[in-house]
């Protein structure tokens, strides 16, 4: 669904069941494209340059190898997504043609991610936060975990370089 907002005002604009067979997740959006963690649908990349038609222009998926893709982000040309137990980093430059460049594996469940400058933010299982250097989305590297002793997250916003994480007292 796509919707105007004006002042007081919601207005539908556009629709489409095109776009994801699975449950949505979290959804990105950069430019003229939409990204959806679809589930078991995998990465499914939408073009939404027409608001009221949007329309789907491809999807990648690993053939349920990695699980439902739960949460993805969008820095410039790279994605970020949270996979079943692993993070994996996406060039979407083409973005008709999503490609895998790198992965942590069992990294532990993951939830929503986030990214900019070079970083990703993920809201990890068992109320920890993961910090990952993604400079190089080849090889994406852990930097450091916040633990679950300081904070049990429930969800994480980014403003700026300050990550701000609303949970309870771990």
């Known amino acids: 669904?796509?919707?105007s907002i004006s002042g007081t005002s919601i207005t539908q604009v556009g629709h489409t069941t095109d776009i994801i067979s699975d449950s949505g997740y979290y959804m990105a959006v950069s430019g003229s494209q939409i990204y959806l963690a679809g589930g078991t649908s995998g990465l499914v990349v939408g073009d939404i340059s027409n608001s009221a038609h949007p329309s789907k222009q491809s999807a990648f998926t690993d053939?349920?190898?990695?699980?439902?893709?739960?949460?993805?982000?969008?820095?410039?040309?790279?994605?970020?997504?949270?996979?079943?137990?692993?993070?994996?980093?996406?060039?979407?430059?083409?973005?008709?043609?999503?490609?895998?460049?790198?992965?942590i594996s069992g990294i532990g469940y993951g939830g929503q991610v986030l990214a900019q400058n070079g970083i990703a933010y993920l809201r990890g299982s068992g109320g920890s936060n993961r910090i990952i250097n993604i400079a190089t989305p080849s090889s994406p590297q852990l930097l450091t975990t916040i633990p679950n002793t300081s904070v049990w997250n429930n969800t994480i916003a980014l403003l700026g370089n300050i990550l701000y994480v609303v949970g309870e007292n771990g």
Do not use: R
């Open 63 to 103: 053939g349920g190898l990695c699980q439902n893709f739960f949460s993805v982000t969008v820095s410039s040309n790279t994605l970020c997504a949270s996979v079943g137990t692993d993070f994996q980093v996406f060039d979407v430059s083409m973005p008709g043609q999503p490609t895998l460049l790198g992965q």
């Open 1 to 3: 669904y796509v919707f």
